[in-house]
């Protein structure tokens, strides 16, 4: 048996990005989850994403922790898998689902229905049907015209608990793409336009409905706890509101996810616990403002959770330069992680499983794809002998990458590797070309 010696990251200066796990193994190499990330890539081949279990569930407990007595429900587009879905239901998380898709895999593994949410601004028959059918514990209402039609069809005889969207006019969130909390885009029903008040009448009369509170989520990758505060004061000025026209005070409130991780190091990202605490705060002192008992919150975040337990691998196809630039081909790219063509999102890259003593330069990490706009990573340090074959590591990659994946150029999803107490699992195998070919009609 070998002896390794394992060191902590010092040289990558802000081990943040990385899983906590995450510790430097013999000739260059990475060890997550105690699993060398050069022997998972040569066992799976590459792309290859990782993910380490422990991080998911240790980031799952400190959200149960930093809102005690909240609910905490894992917001499944970020990423889900059967084993995701055990891990968060372990942990005591609930589930926050946009279709019936991801509501049945939840359903077949368990998961308490009555701890799942229904989300989507254009739920589908379908999605209506399952989420009554298994008897979710909530549905966000998100527009006017799904409120008859969803009455219409709860079995009975109990009422289907709804909460409603509201759009809270507040700006926050990394891109405009992924803004949700201001007027003019597609999610919600706008508080200053009244048509948040007008929902909530119309739920009110609907007795095959029971209304238990309000809704907002703002964005995504929100680095400050600023935009939650307004969130909380504004959304209990509303229940007060609503209290005092309709005679009810809804006991819930759930001010969805969007909390922020660090993609780049020194990239701002409050821990849970601070957003925690500053909500908890906000959302007491608007109580008392506006003497309102303190409603039941819930948070739904989704990439906070998983986002810094994945790591994706690639291998290096090409080195080319091009005037000053210099580009590190690899051999996936937009189709596994659409977040930089999308939201000009930014990440960072290490070489792995090979020691270099080469001084360091600037490159540019750029995907296989036919697009120019196929960038991984800018302006990201390597060692200057860089080669084809070489290993990259991308850290942060756990959240709306294998589940934003595409079929670009037939090259096939990667596979998944859970990792965890230096034991791997493969989640998720490689997507093949006979699967990407099942799909088609044989003409
Ligand atoms: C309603 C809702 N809740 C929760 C989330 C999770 O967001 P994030 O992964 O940024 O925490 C989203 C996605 O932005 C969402 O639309
Ligand atoms: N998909 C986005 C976040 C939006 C999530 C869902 N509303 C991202 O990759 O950052």
Request: glycine share 10%.
């Amino acid at each position: 048996m070998t002896t390794v010696s394992l060191a902590s990251l010092p040289e990558l200066g802000a081990p943040s990005v990385w899983p906590a796990s995450a510790v430097s193994g013999p000739a260059g190499d990475l060890l997550v989850g105690g699993v060398s990330l050069a022997g998972l890539a040569g066992q799976y081949g590459t792309p290859l994403y990782v993910l380490d279990e422990t991080e998911v569930r240790t980031r799952a407990r400190a959200w149960l922790r930093a809102v005690p007595g909240a609910e905490v429900v894992y917001a499944a587009k970020a990423f889900l898998s059967r084993a995701v879905a055990d891990w968060v239901r372990e942990e005591g998380l609930g589930l926050d689902v946009c279709s019936a898709g991801e509501l049945e895999l939840a359903m077949s593994r368990g998961f308490p229905a009555a701890r799942i949410v229904m989300h989507g601004n254009a739920k589908s028959p379908e999605d209506l049907r399952a989420a009554l059918r298994h008897g979710v514990g909530r549905i966000v209402i998100d527009s006017d015209c799904e409120i008859a039609r969803l009455a219409a069809h709860v079995p009975g005889p109990d009422p289907q608990r709804v909460m409603v969207r509201v759009l809270p006019g507040i700006e926050a969130g990394a891109h405009h793409k992924i803004r949700t909390g201001t007027e003019g885009q597609k999610f919600g029903l706008s508080l200053t336009s009244g048509d948040a008040e007008d929902a909530v009448a119309r739920v009110l009369g609907q007795p095959r409905l029971e209304l238990v509170g309000l809704h907002c989520h703002l964005g995504s990758q929100i680095a400050s706890t600023e935009p939650y505060a307004r969130a909380a004061h504004r959304m209990v000025g509303f229940l007060a509101r609503i209290r005092e026209r309709h005679g009810v005070t809804l006991p819930e409130l759930d001010l969805g996810g969007g909390f922020a991780v660090p993609y780049l190091p020194g990239d701002p990202a409050p821990a849970p616990a601070a957003f925690g605490r500053r909500i908890r705060d906000e959302l007491a002192r608007a109580c008392a403002e506006f003497d309102f008992p303190e409603p039941r919150l819930t948070l739904e975040p989704g990439r906070s959770v998983i986002a810094p337990a994945g790591v994706a691998l690639y291998r290096v196809l090409s080195v080319k330069r091009s005037g000053r630039e210099v580009f590190v081909a690899v051999d996936g790219g937009m189709s596994d992680n659409p977040r930089p063509s999308l939201y000009g999102a930014r990440y960072t890259a290490r070489m792995v499983g090979r020691s270099s003593a080469a001084p360091m330069r600037t490159a540019t990490v750029v995907g296989r794809h036919c697009e120019a706009g196929d960038v991984l990573a800018e302006s990201v340090e390597l060692p200057e002998d860089i080669r084809p074959g070489d290993l990259l590591a991308v850290p942060a990659s756990g959240a709306y990458h294998l589940s934003m994946a595409s079929g670009y150029n037939l090259v096939g999803r990667p596979p998944l590797v859970a990792v965890a107490g230096g034991q791997e699992r493969l989640l998720l195998r490689r997507e093949t070309f006979e699967d990407c070919m099942r799909r088609e009609v044989t003409p």
